[in-house]
C-alpha cells in the first residue's frame, strides 16, 4: 500500500509528496518516511540532518539556502501544523529566474 502521492513538479528534479494517512475512530496514522517510496522516485541520497522548527510571528522567513554542485541537498519539507509557503528557486545552471511556490498544511 502506497502512503505518499509523489508528482513531479514543472522544476527540474523537484517533486511534491503528499502524504495519505489512514483514519480510524481513534484518528489517524501516517507515516512520514518510507525509504522504498522515495528511493523509487529517485531519493538516492541518505539523510543527513533532521530538523524541527518553530515559527512563533506568522510570516516569518526561515530556510533561505544556496545549493552549488557538487553540494546540494535533497530536501523533504513537512507542515505538522499551519502553513508553509515553499519557495523553490533554481540558479543559472538549470534556468535562471525560474520558480515554483507550493502551499503545505
Partial sequence: MKRFLISEAPLNNLKLDERHPILDDRGFLTRMFCSEELNSVGWNKPFREINHTLSKKRGTV???????????EMKLVYCIRGEIWDVAVWGALLGFGLWLTHSIY
Avoid at 64 to 72: A, N, V
Fill in 62 to 72: 526561515r530556510g533561505l539556502c544556496f545549493q552549488h554542485l557538487p553540494y546540494t
